[in-house]
């Protein structure tokens, strides 16, 4: 099939996720047809690097046999089987336990579902059911946060705080609240120190609980570095201060680690680094490296507790998909932790992170860089149409969207949201290729700020 027929079809009969469907009519496709490492490569041809590992997920690389081969051998001995009714399968039984042992057995259990949206739509359906088990039947607000991303499924979209994902889909749904998201470079005010900045979001957070009554809060959800809303990362106390507050009113903690999960920090759960002890933990996307679709619910023992009872007071834990704990998903999901593990990608991961940010941040003078944040292998680098006032450029993301543009025709991929430009390679990326990768990015900025 040519290109042109590709393209033809594409535009003819697919709806895209997060696209101007307009627009797309005459822009067309980028087709991507084989991976190798972190590279990807068009129909044409072209070779790229894949700097936002696909959507912040392929953490092996786009050529992993492995996990090619463990799927393709589950799928010979039991293409599917499902977990409803007392039935299980091997790969579920042994990927839960292995989630159980990386957690450091602070959580109990584990609840498969296909995507992070629909993880996070059933912590919202688990939470409602504990506090009902619980006798607390007025306890089922759920905080978040402004920018925060936690997919787009009914009850997850609402959570997002993003307006494009809730602009007329009529939502958020009521009983979802957004605070602040600690972000200090936009949200500090004149003076304020990073101290003050953090003491004030867990002040912010303690208004809310109480203007809304502690007895009407169920659970907090954060991404412990937020992804999608421009790669935030928080000031080092964030997390113990806002996690204080929460204890205090018995408001549950979800860590939606979604992204962070399996290293991308340079820690095998972003919860070590930042000190949270979640009730609730969401992992998706490095989970398979996204070679396939899984995601994994974490339930704290106490929580787990309450719920295993419930179901037997009143009869079923009355939720679950067709593909929870899918025995092809599961099983790449062990394997994909394997290769995880046998080729230290936690620690390159660490080490390959502090050669991004370093070469980041010598990026910080350019005039067009207002920021650049991340932790091990994520970043973010905000542009600015004024470095001293900090003024964003109008239309908002335009710029950024012209240096993604500059770098994808240079063979880089990246992605723009707002005004900044996110950074989220494979983990198998090495000094190296991340030096190259901020060269192509360097380049690109330069091309666009010599056109502006
Ligand atoms: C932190 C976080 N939570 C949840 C989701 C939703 O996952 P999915 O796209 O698999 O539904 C995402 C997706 O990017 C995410 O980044």
Known sequence: MTQNTLSHDDIAYQLHSYTNAVQHRTQGPCIMERGQGIYVFDTDGKRYIEGMAGLWSVAVG????????VAARQMECLPFYHTFSHKANVPSIQLAQKLVELSGGRMAQAFFTNSGSEANDSIVKMLWYYNNALGR????????????????????ASLTGLPANHRDFDLPLPRMLHTRCPHYYRE?????????????????????????????????IGEPVM?????????????????????????????????????????MFASDLYGIEPDFMTLSKQLTSSYQPLAAVL???????????????IGTFGHGYTASG?????????????I?????????????????????NQLAAHPLVGEVRGVGLIAGVELVADKATKAQFEPLGSVSARVVRQAQDNGLILRNIQDSVAFCPPLIIDAQQVEDMVGIFARSLDQVAASL
Not at 344 to 356: F, K, Q, T
């Open 137 to 156: 039947s007025a306890k089922k607000k759920i905080i978040a946060r402004n920018k925060a991303y936690h997919g787009v499924t009914v009850a997850s």
């Open 340 to 360: 995880i593990e046998d080729q230290g990608l936690v620690a390159n991961a660490a080490s390959s992170g502090r050669v991004l940010q370093d070469a980041l």
């Open 299 to 313: 339930i704290s023992h106490k929580v787990a507790e309450v719920i295993s009872s419930h179901s037997g007071e």
């Open 188 to 220: 500090a005010l004149a003076g304020e120190s990073q101290a003050q900045f953090v003491e004030r979001l867990a002040r912010e957070l303690e208004e809310l609980i109480l203007a809304e009554g502690p007895d009407s809060v169920a659970a907090f």
């Open 227 to 267: 992804g999608a809303g421009g790669v935030l990362v928080p000031p080092a106390d964030y997390w113990p201060k806002m996690q204080a507050v929460c204890r205090k009113y018995d408001v549950l903690v979800v860590a939606d680690e979604v992204i962070t999960g399996f290293g991308r920090t340079g820690h």
């Open 62 to 69: 786009f050529s992993e046999p492995r996990l090619a081969q």
């Open 326 to 338: 899918h025995p092809v998903a599961t099983a790449v999901g062990l394997e994909n932790i394997a």
